[in-house]
């Protein structure tokens, strides 16, 4: 059966935001799981999207597969991009190269190289390209959106746009209780389908044109999707964008935690 | 500080190899682990390549850098080929796409599939190139390139060949004895300065002009250079091809462990 892989960031300008990146100056060990290195992008780097996403930071997932957003919150946006017919065209980065650790202090988010940076990244994703409309999620991320804005390319730049709630709001915000999570969830979902409301008319060139159909209080059954194998590097297993929770940060202490990954495969995949 | 990476298999017929190649149904999982998808080559795929290297089966380091020959191996080769003045034009793949589990049965490692789709690595590789020596390591990759010189391509090339003994067969036949393994990696040793004398003179073409130093009776300082950054994926960490060891298949139990890679930043790079 043939795998689809993502062919990389092979062609310019992405091969040189590949190769010349902020490092460990800008993005302070103490703020940032640096060590990992950075993780760039998901999605098509040919000129082909609709939709550009910008998330926040990767985490252990990521770290592995090498590419932003393919653990539970990358599930919940292909969704989202689901809904808006988007099922290939679209590419997604995050507001920070590395996995924050801790919080960010705001002087280290505003610091001009690591915004011209991400900025680079947003001149070669939308100046001059197709792209139809542009997602922000979470607060760090529609913060990002604003610094680009404010340039003279993001200025002149007019596409539809929604600053959305970070997928995994919910749980990071209720602290393991479930009435908070399902309330959360609910909020969520009220306001990804308002985003949806502003984005789906501006997306005029979708991968399957379909009716708009809001999400309910709740996940759905489809509303979770895995991530496509054409957004993988060639060779990974298929666990690795079926499934989620393969990946975790195990030790007995901090430091040991901060040093480790731990790759599972999932039980059904070896019997 | 600029970090150049490997743009991967992005071209023909290298992105067709990547994307269709043998599964479970012929590297079955008694012999394989296939649940860790396949792991394809290291080094050039641009034609650039003046030597090829086969190899055997990637191992945990491997399965995380989704590049062959990048732990110790793939330093002590690192060393093998800048003897011959070969610190970029290379490229490594291995006889087999899948890690070894055990041992091989003869009738899969002859399975016509198997050695179908590796003899393409080998047509793509080297017909009509400017690759000048090729250099089996261990029995199974000298078995695998003999399959190859028994096709109409193989059998009407003709460079610089040698068979050389494993780079890890000292450890893996000396089971822990000091003595046993002095002995040895001695004999390797002297196997691979025997295989450089028939290689140097081939190798017309090198990246660096150099007189052939032979090794000693043991691993010297410089014989075990660290993996080049550009034969990585974009973004990885330089601990990642500057040290080893840092991938272990740990578990309480022979499930527990095939099913476990865990990834353990070197102590000195989080402080």
């Known amino acids: 059966m043939p795998h689809a892989f993502d062919p990389g960031a092979f062609a310019e300008p992405f091969q040189t935001l590949c190769t010349d990146y902020p490092e460990g100056d800008i993005y302070v060990s103490d703020q940032f799981r640096v060590e990992w290195g950075p993780i760039f992008y998901r999605g098509r780097l040919d000129g082909s999207s609709r939709v550009v996403v910008v998330g926040q930071d990767p985490a252990q997932h990521e770290t592995i597969v090498r590419r932003v957003l393919v653990g539970e919150a990358g599930r919940r946006v292909q969704g989202l991009l689901a809904k808006l017919g988007i099922t290939k065209s679209y590419t997604i980065i995050n507001t920070f190269l590395y996995s924050v650790y801790g919080s960010v202090k705001a002087a280290t988010a505003r610091d001009a190289r690591l915004v011209a940076y991400r900025n680079s990244w947003l001149d070669a994703l939308l100046i001059g390209k197709k792209v139809e409309a542009v997602i922000t999620l979470g607060t760090a991320a529609e913060t990002a959106w604003n610094a680009w804005k404010q340039t003279s390319n993001g200025s002149s730049f007019d596409v539809a746009f929604a600053a959305l709630t970070h997928p995994t709001q919910p749980e990071s915000s209720s602290n393991h209780d479930k009435n908070k999570l399902a309330d959360a969830t609910k909020k969520l979902l009220e306001n990804w389908n308002i985003g949806l409301q502003t984005l789906s008319p501006g997306v005029r060139h979708p991968d399957l044109a379909m009716?708009?159909?809001?999400?309910?209080?709740?996940?759905?059954?489809?509303?979770?999707p895995a991530i496509p194998e054409a957004d993988m590097p060639a060779g990974l297993p298929s666990w690795m964008h079926e499934q989620d929770g393969w990946a975790a940060r195990l030790g007995k202490d901090l430091k040991s935690k901060r040093r480790n990954i731990t790759v599972t495969v999932p039980s059904d995949v070896v019997v």
């Open 211 to 224: 009716p708009l159909v809001p999400y309910g209080d709740t996940w759905g059954a489809n509303d979770r």
